[in-house]
Nanobody, 124 residues
Framework: QVQLVESGGGLVQAGGSLRLSCVAS????????VAWFRQAPGKEREFVAG????????RYTDSVKGRFTISRDNAENTVNLRMNSLKPEDTAVYSC?????????????????WGQGTQVTVSS
């Protein structure tokens, strides 16, 4: 069993930056894909970014390319999401998810483990 805990959310002005972290307990991420999803009020959950721990491959949704960077920290068993040039439309609850394997899926069903989420609010 894998438990995921997110941290790093908060309130920031447009153009600012935040770094989200997803820490795993119970098992290392070594054979997993870890992804960040977000859900804004009244909208469906959407894929933001993902990383394959085994291959190092990354994937981003188009709206965050060039602004967000996902990275892994082997020593801390953590996946970070660095978010720069934040926009009000980035406001959402951000959740990390994990699944065993190497393919970075952009849909929710293949992911087996989810954190509780952290709120990110970007003011204009």
């Amino acid at each position: 069993q894998v438990q995921l805990v997110e941290s790093g959310g908060g309130l920031v002005q447009a153009g600012g930056s935040l770094r989200l972290s997803c820490v795993a307990s119970g098992r290392t991420f070594s054979t997993y894909v870890v992804a960040w999803f977000r859900q804004a009020p009244g909208k469906e959950r959407e894929f933001v970014a993902g990383v394959s721990w085994t291959t190092g491959a990354t994937r981003y949704t188009d709206s965050v390319k060039g602004r967000f960077t996902i990275s892994r920290d082997n020593a801390e068993n953590t996946v970070n999401l660095r978010m720069n040039s934040l926009k009000p439309e980035d406001t959402a609850v951000y959740s990390c998810a994990a699944r065993h394997g190497t393919v970075i899926h952009s849909t929710t069903p293949p992911y087996d483990y989810w954190g509780q989420g952290t709120q990110v609010t970007v003011s204009s």
